[in-house]
């Protein structure tokens, strides 16, 4: 035993508070080891815990009235943005990814214990044709795998390549002002001379280039005091002048005398 630990404890004999004081503080040390050591216990025990519940996914439920989309795609899919187990899987990511595709509008999710996740997803529809053979549904995306002729009815968007999400909000725009006018567009067509479209009934309406909203709002003006009793005998109508439109008539066959 050094000199310095039988001087600590000769004072500590001869002073009975500064004894107090050290057992006080051997028990608190003792004290903080012990709970330390539960600690330590219990978050190795959570960690356990948290693996066990964190599962990988394993099974994956869809539902929906999907006819484009495989099951085998939308697992597919699914798979390659895993980005987690069972409590860890980033649901609202995985919801945006789903609904980046073309076909789906919609999609919810949600986890089934103890290692399911639960889909339900929305179809998209087609809105239009884009050009020739293709199909665009309502943010102007294009869709895959969808027959010409299933379709024809669409109203057709015409473009450069590249501006269909433009276009599909265009037209979307206009159809809904023209259509409480009973107008309604079964081609936009979008080009260097500027927007022209096809009406209903055979009537081309032209845009031009600048100012769309303002000429379409003309021609609506001109359509409500003077056109629409005559819609029958319109054939063109051009919107491009500041003060007014121009128009056409079709030539109607001559009555024949009874």
């Known amino acids: 035993m050094t000199a310095a630990r039988r001087n600590l404890r000769r004072n500590v004999r001869r002073d009975p508070a500064r004894r107090q004081r050290l057992v006080r503080l051997l028990r608190v040390t003792a004290a903080t080891l012990v709970v330390v050591a539960a600690g330590s216990v219990v978050l190795a025990a959570s960690v356990v815990l948290f693996r066990h519940l964190d599962a990988p996914l394993r099974v994956i439920a869809v539902d929906g009235e999907i006819r484009h989309l495989g ?9 390659r943005h895993l980005n987690g187990g069972f409590l860890t899987l980033d649901m609202q990511a995985l919801r945006d990814v789903l609904e980046r595709h073309p076909w789906i509008a919609e999609a919810s999710a949600r986890r089934e214990w103890p290692d ?18 293709q199909f665009l549904n309502g943010r102007g995306q294009v869709l895959p795998g969808v027959a010409a002729d299933d379709f024809a009815g669409l109203p057709r968007l015409d473009g450069p390549e590249g501006e269909q999400v433009r276009l599909m909000t265009t037209y979307r725009e206009f159809a809904a002002r023209l259509a409480p006018e009973g107008l309604r567009i079964e081609r936009l067509v979008s080009s260097a001379a500027g927007v022209r479209l096809r009406l209903a009934g055979d009537i081309e309406l032209v845009l031009g280039r600048e100012q769309l909203d303002a000429r379409l709002g003309r021609f609506l003006v001109v359509w ?3 056109l629409m009793a005559r819609r029958g005998a ?3 109508a051009d919107a491009r002048y500041d003060n ?3 128009v056409r008539w079709r030539e109607m066959p001559a009555e024949q005398d009874a």
């Open 244 to 246: 007014g439109i121009a």
């Open 234 to 236: 319109l054939a063109h």
């Open 224 to 226: 409500r005091g003077a």
């Open 116 to 133: 399911g996740l639960y889909l339900h997803l929305v179809e998209e529809a087609p809105v239009a044709r884009w050009g020739e053979a």
């Open 71 to 79: 099951r085998d795609e939308i697992e597919g899919l699914v798979s």
